[in-house]
């Protein structure tokens, strides 16, 4: 059965700490692994990650894939109240492109 | 652009009717997919598509039904609504390749059956 598990499944955190978002997967012909933000509504594209071991940045947040450990990380450093959302990572795999697995998603809280 | 556009974005419906979700994108996008989020837990694929006239089944396939009859529109149809179908839905579209942005999502609709 192909899955993406998400660790932890929340978190809450102070403005200014760094946190660290992780996901993992077993699926069948890996394409690649991408990570969203959803706030109150639908969610929002952060980062698609294809390769081992090559970071992809946006201003905080960055993420980096380690295919041998089938696994990902979402940092966010010097945390704002802004980046309270819950943060999903999904899977595309399989034969046909686009086929996505999500996982439950981390749900961040920033306090001030 | 308008993106990916979904309606109604609020639905009642009574044990047993039926209903059509609409999504429709301008991207000329491919593919196109119907999740459903339910609280405390990520999106499961109901039913996708890779272009016009293929469907496929997801994950919670059992009480829906797609169609693609354009490469703009994939509706999704609920048979015969049961509390348990009670739950957001997203419709979310992409390309199938060269694609660096992930999927665009529509703005969802939030679905209660009594």
């Known amino acids: 059965e192909d899955k993406v598990v998400q660790s932890p499944l929340s978190l809450v955190v102070h403005e200014g700490d760094t946190v660290t978002l992780n996901c993992s997967y077993e699926?069948?012909?890996?394409?690649?692994l991408l990570w969203y933000k959803q706030e109150k509504k639908a969610p929002t594209f952060l980062f698609m990650l294809?390769?081992?071991?090559i970071e992809k940045k946006s201003g905080r947040l960055s993420s980096i894939l380690d295919k041998k450990e089938l696994s990902s990380i979402l940092n966010i450093t010097a945390t704002q109240t802004g980046d309270s959302a819950i943060y999903l990572c999904?899977?595309?795999?399989?034969?046909?492109?686009?086929?996505?697995?999500f996982g439950d998603g981390t749900t961040l809280t920033v306090k001030p | 652009n308008a993106g990916v556009t979904q309606t109604p974005k609020f639905q009642v419906l009574k044990t047993g009717q039926s209903m059509t979700l609409q999504c429709a994108q301008d991207?000329?996008?491919?593919?196109m997919s119907w999740y459903r989020q339910d609280p405390g837990m990520g999106l499961r694929l109901i039913h996708y598509?890779?272009?016009?006239?293929?469907?496929d089944q997801g994950e919670v396939p059992n009480g829906y039904n797609v169609s693609r009859s354009t490469t703009e529109d994939f509706p999704l149809r609920l048979l015969s609504a049961a509390p348990s179908q009670t739950s957001v839905y997203f419709c979310?579209?992409?390309?199938?390749?060269?694609?660096?942005?992930?999927?665009?999502f529509g703005s969802g609709t939030r679905l209660t059956v009594v």
């Open positions: 991207m000329n996008h491919e593919y």
């Open positions: 999904a899977v595309e795999f399989g034969t046909n492109a686009g086929k996505s697995t």
């Open positions: 294809t390769s081992s071991g």
């Open positions: 979310a579209s992409s390309y199938l390749s060269g694609k660096s942005g992930g999927y665009t």
């Open positions: 699926v069948t012909n890996f394409r690649s």
């Open positions: 598509s890779v272009g016009a006239g293929i469907t």
